[in-house]
């Protein structure tokens, strides 16, 4: 019986730790590569949200690997940095070329020591149409696959989402 006081005291002990703990910022193992490449990840976003707001892009497509894709939210497929190039330049040389892109990255889990997924979400405002009337802001959810190759970084494949309601669900 005076064991069943100790137990308490110690699941309380325990508890209150994994309380009082700071949350981890993504699903990263916590090992300290981990941290160090989520925060190059991260970082490498950051460069990809100011080359976008200044419409550079080469900047933009040099973040993929040569035979990386990109797929937008109405499904068309860029495969290739050169597709993906082209792609960025057709936006930006019309419906977006005077956008700002806002980007917001929730996680960053590590598959394997080379391979990192990345879930966040974006907005892109100021889309004009082709009649010249500004959209309303764009907002969806990224999902890309990250590989770390030849010393750096690189996106290997993003697919970019709008939440759509769906007709079964409240």
């Not at 160090?36 to 550079?56: G, M, T």
């Not at 391979?115 to 889309?127: C, F, K, M």
Request: charged share 25%; proline share 6%.
């Amino acid at each position: 019986m005076r064991q069943l006081p100790i137990v308490a005291a110690l699941i309380c002990v325990v508890a209150g730790g994994a309380m009082a703990a700071p949350t981890p910022r993504s699903d990263a193992g916590r090992l300290r590569s981990d941290i160090e490449n989520e925060e190059v990840i991260r970082k490498l976003y950051e460069q990809f949200i100011a080359a976008w707001n200044r419409h550079d892009i080469p900047a933009m497509a040099s973040m993929w690997v040569e035979d990386g894709d990109h797929v937008e939210p109405d499904g068309h497929i860029a495969k290739g940095r050169h597709e993906i190039q082209k792609l960025f330049k057709m936006q930006h040389d019309s419906v977006f070329k005077k956008t700002r892109l806002s980007l917001t990255i929730d996680t960053v889990w590590f598959v394997t020591a080379n391979v990192a997924l990345v879930d966040g979400n974006y907005e892109v405002a100021g889309v004009v149409a082709p009649d010249g009337k500004e959209l309303p802001p764009r907002k969806g959810r990224l999902t890309a696959v990250f590989l770390h190759e030849r010393d750096r970084w690189w996106i290997v494949a993003d697919r970019l989402m709008i939440p759509a309601p769906l007709p079964y669900k409240k």
